[in-house]
């Protein structure tokens, strides 16, 4: 089985789709979701099935696929695991190519039963010949395909495709990065992954023209030698940032428990992504200061950072943060400290590299020139913007949209890479003036972290691989 | 000098404040947080003062300090840098007995004028035996004294004090954990130490009986010998936890721009902090996860946790991010497990330790009873839940908070510590369901984290402080 993964092709241009087991009566079930979502792509032509019959929003409700007038190339299916193999079987006198089982209670619940349902319906895949993404997991999110399953991931495609065995972190990994310009071509949430597996979505990503990321997060291998060999295939051509999921004692029993997979050791994971090229990521957070670093923060090589920013403690603790993680803060050259000092008075700020621009804040022309004169300066590899908005005070809260522009336009001079750091706030009333200014950053094009830790790590990491990558290919 | 450090008490009871160089013309000019702080938490007599004269807010302008009637007791200065001096001298002549310089443009301009200013300012502080504060920095935040520099501090007292040099980070601090329920006895911002410094502080706090947990934000020590001696005397009487900013030669280039100071190298502080009992801490949100765990989380020893919370790719990546931290989380018996699973459907949950009851999340009672058994298990040492809820559906959404309350009621059967982690959002309408979770598990007397990073890692550096202390006490 598996072998012919080219065709996976199919999966993201169905040309109809079925929902089965679309709850009819409960509007707020988390399974509605599906339906939901494929409406608001505008899937067509969409099918929902339930034996019970009904309408929901103006869609019949079909009592069972081979009710459905046309063909249906794709179900996404939310029926029990008791009727699942029947369903296959539904499927194959259909015509149906693959079915998605969102559905759980198969072997990741450890329980006989659970295990025999599982096994059945791997045999009614094989026997088919419908391939099965799952079960217990959220499918397909392919927005030129009007594929979803949350409706507010966007409708634009991207460079981007995440293999997660895990649906939340699926949903969390768009969710986030969403909001940070990253968009996403195919993002595939495949559970316990009964037929179709980690290695197979992994090889058809890596030709995929349209993927140049290709992020994993992975509970457990089916194949360790197919998934080496497709890793090594894979990194570099996309990049290949990893999660490995379940790599501790605890973790393995909650990978067994979550999608019924095991798990390698941390060791070896370590080694094996080193000696592949492959980034070895630790948290959903990490993954997305990283992917937000490939796309937009365009490094080349090089450590040196200019730090231009807000606040005198917070200037001391990024530049400690950076050089800590291995990044370098050099002193701006005395020439560069008088042309600057020249227009800019000193009670309050800081002028060596990190630039800290607090007591000059209401002077955007001056901010932008500055900006401009350090990254113009060869010393620096790259600038680095900080903010604190949420202790701004009224008068410069006015102004942050101005402050981020000024240091992005300003920096523009040096045509070098640039990112941004802004601190967010817990509180909804803060919220509401900082995320805009977080998607002013993005709509600029910028990276945009949240954290000094983020950033630095993120870049750091970057370097790590770019040097990493060339050490290889020099070799 | 600074031999009479017990005196400092002073500094906390003013009978008088008056504001030298309040700005009168432009209300929002950043100096005139001073007056609006010291108006909001009702300090009184409070005497504006500036050369221009006239009226804010139906506070009379005094012309100089000797124009004021009564006697005063502590001036808070905004003026510029080059009357500093003679301020000091007016001071004298009105009888003051501590002025707080907000004031920079002194010796950490590395420029000859300010550093000459600072010397005079000493000097002068010298001459008349007026205790000085600062200069650049944000002065003192003393709830029960009605002293504060940010009106949107709480005026509630609380056991945790803090010696800043910086006053961002001083803010930020206060800012931060007040949300998570941490109320603070004295924060003192001190900048340029050019006469009260950092040892003076902490020697005052360690004998403050209001204060039981001293937080310290450092750039650069004066007298290396006494600071050591200080913190040795304090550490582990109340808690200590330090920040030295500037350990890396970028920094100390930031730290020598932002307060004039010189700071040690990293391995110095690790060395010293291990040796005195001193918590160490690298970042201001790990200072304030570290603070909410040792006031709020109540460990004992012991680093076995039960897990609680939605999604089974979270409960993963919890799970492996304490086991690689250092903390255990054991398998649940089968006997306990199968108390569960006899009223708790198994597709979808995790029912193993970690527990993710992402299915069941719509009955409470049941969530109740299954964080009873956990919490009583004597397998576990404390008790963690977690939340995700920008990914619940609606009808989970109404649910969350019976959700805190239901694991935490539940907990309670075991009597062991819990802490709970909800994952906050940048966007303003997701903040505004979300905070009042944070502030529900704050009031209900929980230290809340927003990461799996955060609350593991706050977890493990206060066992292993307390390990420290408690093989210190034994030899």
Redesign the interface.
């Given at each position: 089985m598996n072998l012919n993964t080219t065709s996976l092709e199919f999966l993201f241009h169905p040309r109809s789709v079925a929902l089965a087991g679309v709850t009819v009566t409960n509007p707020?079930?988390?399974t509605r979701?599906f339906f939901e979502s494929l409406v608001e792509f505008g899937c067509t032509p969409l099918y929902p099935v339930n034996p019970k019959g009904g309408e929901i929003d103006g869609y019949k409700i079909f009592l069972s696929l081979k009710d459905i007038p046309g063909n249906i190339d794709y179900v996404i299916s939310t029926v029990p695991?008791r009727v699942a193999p029947s369903l296959v079987q539904e499927g194959f006198e259909k015509g149906v190519k693959a079915i998605h089982f969102c559905?759980?209670?198969f072997a990741e619940?450890g329980?006989e039963e659970?295990i025999r349902l599982e096994a059945e319906l791997k045999e009614a895949g094989r026997r088919t010949g419908i391939r099965l993404i799952g079960p217990?997991c959220m499918g397909i999110y392919c927005p030129t395909a009007r594929l979803s399953f949350q409706a507010a991931f966007p409708k634009e495609s991207g460079p981007v495709s995440f293999i997660?065995?895990?649906?939340?972190?699926?949903?969390?990994l768009v969710?986030q990065a969403m909001?940070r310009g990253v968009r996403f071509s195919k993002v595939i949430s495949y559970g316990n992954a009964c037929d179709l597996n980690e290695s197979d979505y992994l090889e058809y990503l890596t030709d995929e023209p349209e993927t140049s990321i290709i992020c994993l997060?992975v509970?457990g291998i089916r194949d360790g030698n197919r998934f080496s060999q497709a890793l090594q295939r894979a990194a570099g051509k996309p990049e290949v940032l990893l999660?490995q999921?379940?790599?501790?004692?605890?973790?393995a029993?909650?990978?067994?428990?979550?999608?019924g997979s095991l798990a390698g050791s941390?060791a070896t994971w370590d080694a094996l992504c080193r000696q592949l090229g492959v980034i070895r990521v630790?948290?959903?957070?990490e993954m997305t200061d990283i992917l937000v670093t490939l796309l937009f923060l365009r490094l080349e090589k090089g450590r040196r950072a200019g730090l231009i920013g807000f606040?005198?403690?917070?200037?001391?603790?990024i530049?400690?943060?950076?050089?800590?993680t291995g990044l370098?803060?050099?002193?701006l050259p005395q020439k560069l400290r008088d042309q600057i000092r020249a227009y800019t008075?000193?009670?309050?700020n800081?002028?060596?590299?990190?630039i800290?621009y607090?007591?000059t804040v209401d002077d955007v022309a001056k901010l932008s020139t500055t900006a401009s004169i350090v990254s113009q300066w060869d010393g620096i590899d790259f600038v680095v913007g900080f903010l604190?908005p949420?202790?701004a005070?009224?008068?410069?809260k006015r102004l942050l949209f101005n402050i981020i522009d000024g240091i992005s336009q300003g920096s523009r001079a040096g045509s070098k890479p640039m990112g941004l750091v802004v601190e967010?706030?817990?509180?909804?009333e803060e919220?509401?003036y900082?995320?805009p200014l977080?998607q002013r950053g993005v709509a600029s094009g910028l990276p945009v972290y949240?954290?000094?830790?983020g950033v630095a790590s993120a870049i750091n990491t970057v370097l790590n691989y770019y040097e990493n990558r060339r050490s290889r290919s020099e070799t």
């Open positions: 707020e079930h988390w979701t695991a559905t759980s209670g619940t329980e659970g217990n997660s065995q895990s649906g939340g972190n699926a949903t969390g969710s909001l997060y509970e999660i999921g379940g790599v501790t004692e605890g973790g029993r909650a990978t067994a428990g979550h999608t941390e630790h948290s959903m957070d606040g005198g403690g917070a200037s001391v603790l530049t400690d943060k950076f050089e800590k370098k803060v050099p002193l008075h000193i009670a309050g800081i002028l060596r590299n990190p800290d607090s007591q604190t949420e202790r005070s009224p008068g410069t967010p706030s817990l509180r909804p919220a509401s900082i995320f977080i949240f954290s000094f830790d």
